[in-house]
């Protein structure tokens, strides 16, 4: 999967890579900034997107697709799609540019809108990345966890370094047993999810 990363995606991943690195420390507004995930997630989140069971592949929170673009790698591989979602316009239009030139429209389908409106059509979840603002985080959790399948895994960004926002649904996961779940230092901190 990491060996053969196809050229026109690499190369959009470095682009949004240096995009990211820019926004950070010019002023950016923090809605408009892009906030990726960095590269040692992405091949954490695609590595475990590559084990998950058949079945439907979410994310929640595109930004401008760099999260994606490692899923989609994995769904690739596997012969898979994967839905994402984004609230914001502007970021759905770099989005929509990210997955063109990329070349990954056959693999990814971006759902424009607040996650928590659509999350009822899916069923058979296998694989979610979830990455939204902190506040919509536990409406998807209780969301998902009742149409994953068995195997299924969810991961949550930023569990570490946003513990204390994220308390509530950190300690729902961590304690629920329907599913078996632990937190990784990697990054911003993973919080990893499988389904019982
Ligand atoms: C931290 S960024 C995602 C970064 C992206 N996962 C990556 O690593 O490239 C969070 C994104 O989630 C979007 N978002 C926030 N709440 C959302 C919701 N309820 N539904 C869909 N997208 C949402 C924001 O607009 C923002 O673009």
């Known amino acids: 999967m990491f060996h053969n990363i196809p050229r026109t995606v690499?190369?959009?991943m470095r682009?949004?890579?240096?995009?990211n690195k820019k926004d950070k420390l010019n002023g950016?507004?923090?809605l408009q900034r892009l906030r990726q995930i960095p590269p040692e997630t992405g091949k954490f989140i695609a590595l475990l997107a590559a084990t998950a069971?058949?079945?439907t592949y979410l994310e929640i929170g595109t930004s401008a697709g760099y999260s994606t673009?490692?899923?989609?790698l994995?769904?690739?591989e596997l012969g898979r799609k994967l839905v994402t979602f984004e609230v914001l316009e502007e970021k759905t239009s770099l989005a929509t540019e990210t997955f063109k030139v990329a070349a990954v429209e056959e693999v990814v389908k971006l759902v424009k809108g607040d996650a928590r409106e659509h999350l009822g059509d899916y069923n058979n979840i296998s694989f979610c990345f979830l990455d939204p603002e902190k506040e919509v985080y536990l409406d998807c959790y209780e969301a998902i966890i009742p149409n994953m399948v068995q195997g299924g895994?969810?991961?949550a960004d930023n569990a570490i370094s946003h513990k204390d926002e994220l308390k509530v649904?950190?300690?729902?996961?961590?304690?629920?047993?329907?599913?078996?779940a632990l937190i990784v230092p990697i990054g911003s901190g993973e919080l990893v999810c499988r389904k019982l």
Not at 169 to 180: G, I, K, Q
């Open 15 to 19: 682009y949004l890579e240096i995009m």
């Open 169 to 180: 649904m950190l300690e729902r996961a961590l304690n629920d047993e329907r599913v078996d």
């Open 28 to 30: 950016t507004r923090r």
């Open 10 to 12: 690499e190369v959009r």
């Open 153 to 155: 895994l969810l991961i």
């Open 53 to 55: 069971p058949e079945g």
């Open 69 to 72: 673009l490692w899923l989609a």
């Open 74 to 76: 994995a769904c690739r």
